[in-house]
Nanobody, 121 residues
Framework: QGQLVESGGGLVQAGGSLRLSCAASGRSFSRYAMGWFRQAPGKEREFVAVISWSGGTTYYPDSVKGRFTISRDSAKNMVYLQMNGLKPEDTAVYYC??????????????WGQGTQVTVSS
């Protein structure tokens, strides 16, 4: 049974940076695309980033493009989300997911438990 565990969240001031990590275990995720999603209180889950199984292709929504970077180290079964230029509106619980290369949450099979990111103004 595959498992994803996020870490690296915390409290940061606007304009600051955080690096989220996602550790995969229990099975091989090397052939899965890996994505990051977020959900703020009272809001729907939002797509943040996706990286292909090879690591050669990434995709971001306009809301984070140019500020966030997704990467993966398949040898270590790790996925990362580097977040720069953080804004208060980036405050949310961030989730790592494994599945198909997609911005749709229902295309993902495995989900982590989430890590809280809070950006103060």
């Amino acid at each position: 049974q595959g498992q994803l565990v996020e870490s690296g969240g915390g409290l940061v001031q606007a304009g600051g940076s955080l690096r989220l990590s996602c550790a995969a275990s229990g099975r091989s995720f090397s052939r899965y695309a890996m994505g990051w999603f977020r959900q703020a209180p009272g809001k729907e889950r939002e797509f943040v980033a996706v990286i292909s199984w090879s690591g050669g292709t990434t995709y971001y929504p306009d809301s984070v493009k140019g500020r966030f970077t997704i990467s993966r180290d398949s040898a270590k079964n790790m996925v990362y989300l580097q977040m720069n230029g953080l804004k208060p509106e980036d405050t949310a619980v961030y989730y790592c997911a494994a599945g198909r290369y997609s911005s749709r949450g229902d295309e993902y099979e495995y989900w982590g438990q989430g890590t809280q990111v809070t950006v103060s103004s």
